[in-house]
Nanobody, 114 residues
Framework: VQLQASGGGLVQAGGSLRLSCVVSGSMFSRNAMGWYRQDPGKERELVADISDDGETIYDDSVKGRFTISRDNAKNTVYLRMNSLKPEDTAVYYC?????????WGQGTLVTVSS
C-alpha cells in the first residue's frame, strides 16, 4: 500500500490550500483516512479523519476552517484548508487505516507566513 501526498506549499496567513493523498494497492473505499501534522520536536497530531462511510472528526483547532473529504472513485482523500494561520505550519501526513493495518504517506510541508 502506498500513499502519495501533495499540495503543500507556502501561503500567507488567511490563505487557502488543498492537500491531496492518493492511495494505491488497497481497497480504498474500506479505509478510514486521516490527515495528521507534525512540528519539529512535537508529536504527530490528528487534524481530521473520515471514516469509510463518510463520518468526519476534526481537531478543535481546525474546526470551521478545514474540510476533509474523499473520492473513492479516485482513491483520493483531500484536506481543504481555509483561513490558514501561522500555527498551522507543519508537515502534513495522510494515513490510511484498515484494521489492523495502518499506512502513512511521506508528508507534505505547509508553511503559513504572517
Amino acid at each position: 500500500v502506498q500513499l502519495q501526498a501533495s499540495g503543500g506549499g507556502l501561503v500567507q496567513a488567511g490563505g487557502s490550500l488543498r492537500l491531496s493523498c492518493v492511495v494505491s494497492g488497497s481497497m480504498f473505499s474500506r479505509n478510514a483516512m486521516g490527515w495528521y501534522r507534525q512540528d519539529p520536536g512535537k508529536e504527530r497530531e490528528l487534524v481530521a479523519d473520515i471514516s469509510d462511510d463518510g463520518e468526519t472528526i476534526y481537531d478543535d483547532s481546525v474546526k470551521g476552517r478545514f474540510t476533509i473529504s474523499r473520492d473513492n472513485a479516485k482513491n483520493t482523500v483531500y484536506l481543504r484548508m481555509n483561513s490558514l494561520k501561522p500555527e498551522d505550519t507543519a508537515v502534513y501526513y495522510c494515513r490510511a487505516r484498515l484494521y489492523p493495518y495502518v499506512y502513512w504517506g511521506q508528508g507534505t510541508l505547509v508553511t503559513v507566513s504572517s
